[in-house]
């Protein structure tokens, strides 16, 4: 991407496959002990750039159970199907998948058809203050 300021499409922490806080690590490279480090290592693997991803926005209500919904969750629930502000800068037009399972099965239907490897799922997300761990094999683009 020529702009990496550009819409917020661009992010420095995709493909991690480890995050490493520093006073949880000591790194030894080429016999030489790096100790004292001022931030987290972040390793990333290059075969992951030659991963092509389609990403979406999934309004999902987290840890709320809909079968139990009272008027008490109804602001944690509005909060959990808000669309991140920063998905208005990406264009002017949205697409609105209402049958999510159907979608879904016609999606892996083309994708199979095509013979082409695919993984989906939702992203996981970390604080990178608190962090400490990696990510297995294609989990990392997630």
Request: aromatic share 12%.
């Amino acid at each position: 991407m020529k702009d990496k300021d550009a819409s917020g499409r661009f992010d420095n922490d995709e493909g991690t496959t480890a995050w490493l806080q520093p006073d949880e690590v000591d790194i030894q490279m080429s016999g030489i002990n790096f100790t004292g480090l001022a931030a987290p290592v972040q390793l990333q693997m290059y075969w992951l750039n030659h991963v092509r991803l389609f990403c979406m926005v999934a309004g999902h209500t987290g840890t709320l159970d809909v079968r139990r919904l009272s008027t008490d969750d109804i602001e944690e629930l509005r909060s959990a199907l808000l669309i991140p502000e920063t998905c208005l800068q990406l264009g002017k037009y949205a697409v609105l998948v209402t049958n999510v399972t159907e979608f879904l099965k016609r999606m892996d239907a083309a994708i199979q058809t095509c013979n082409y490897l695919y993984f989906r799922g939702l992203v996981k997300y970390y604080d990178p203050e608190t962090f400490h761990g990696s990510f297995r094999d294609i989990e990392a683009a997630f």
